[in-house]
């Protein structure tokens, strides 16, 4: 019987030396793989059996496989990917309309203002210069365009921002299926006795990457299933069962997508107005707020432009006498459908008076001179000024989401390494483990050499 023990002593360690090894290979072979906890080995002696003078021992087993988790650090990370995911979305669709104010190379709103206004003075000097009346519709024609161009330039990145909030809703639902669909495996894996590491960590990447997209809460019961909540306790996932979120046409916002949420019985209830992170933040915040926002600047300006020339304009004559007619389409006071009326170079009424040919250029200089007069529906600014601001505001906004998005990279990349340094894979250590287990199970392998030269004695004591 004792040397039995000896046997199933080695037995026992060296079945626990190879699960050691294997967990250690186990960790070398994903020290890459995005979201792995570093796993680690338990070992506890096994029962001892009663003996004389006293209990006697009977070897080692592998308790349990843990992995190296911590909840605080994780929880923070979720945090941070959320955030991450509305800064990221919010920069990216800022930068596309940055190309709105390209007056740097003579290509915005407010360079086509200047070139407008220099084109009246020239013709205020020499009023009877037909290359300089035509000059002035070029430029005139030009800065509707601009104002055009910018408006669709607006619409094209609000459908487009449109179109990636769908995408992003399609894609909360894909991963909040998977979540269920992990749960069932983790709650089937752990009733048995097993701890689902590796099944944790995936759903633990795909939570971070559902995160990253929406606001979320999280809360695990006793067979390990979580129950997953949007915004402001809207539940996505419970346990293995799943509620959707669906994108519904909102007339009362020309028909952009709205995020809502599908309980399963009755109607849908819109949850944008609680998602307060993630990418779904971000694309809503400028399709929403920035774009509309500009819109309305710029409508603003485009309508004053209109008004202020043609109010100036009907008041003089042109080089064929005529009068009190409209410079932009008087119809068109938005910065989409702005246009030049004057069709002929002639009837630009550049003279205050219809007396003589060309007349004065009084009414030019008036027109001129509005480059320069306080508009009291800008606040008493003039164009330029008003422009400046839009720009500026813009700007401002921009830098802020680059240094949100920077400023979020960082903790992101702080809060990683703390993840690492408790759950990553140290390359090194494994090393010195693999080593230590290999000894270990060397001497269990040695162990059970002894024992059998031992038996092989006895049987020959017998002979």
Known sequence: MGINRLVDIGKSALFTAQQAITVAGHNIANVNTPGFSRQQVSLAENRPENGSPGQ??????????????DSFIEGQLLASRERLGEFTASSNALARLEPLFGDANNQGIGAGLNEFFGALQDVATNPNDLSARTVL????????????????????????????VGQTITDVNRLTSQIANLNTEIA?????????????????????????????????????????????????????RTYQLVAVQDLSNNGLLDVQYDAGAGPTTSVAPVIQSGRLKGLLDVRDQTIPTLRTSLDTLASEVVTQVNQQHRLGFGLDASTNQDFFAPTGTTASTIAVSVA????????????????????????????????????NVTFQEYYSTIAGSFGSTAQGADGNLKAQEILQSQLTSHRAAVSGVSMDEELANLLQYQRSFDAASRLIVVADELFQTILSLKR
């Open 56 to 69: 006697i021992g009977t070897g080692v087993h592998a308790e349990s496989i843990r992995r190296s988790y």
């Open 137 to 164: 519709l070029s430029k005139a024609t030009a800065l509707a365009g601009r104002f055009n161009q910018s408006a669709a330039d607006l619409t094209a990145a609000q459908e487009f921002l449109d179109r990636q």
């Open 188 to 240: 089937r894996a752990e009733s048995t006795g097993q701890q689902a590491n590796d099944l944790r960590d995936a759903r633990g990447v795909v939570l971070a990457n559902l995160g990253e997209l929406i606001e979320i809460s999280s809360i695990e019961d006793t067979t390990g299933q979580l129950t997953v909540f949007a915004g402001r306790g809207h539940i996505l996932v419970d346990k293995e």
């Open 344 to 379: 002929n170079a002639r009837q630009i009424a550049a003279s205050s008076t219809a007396i003589g040919v060309p007349g004065n250029s009084a009414n030019a200089l008036a027109l001129a001179g509005l480059r320069n007069s306080d508009i009291a529906s800008f606040g």
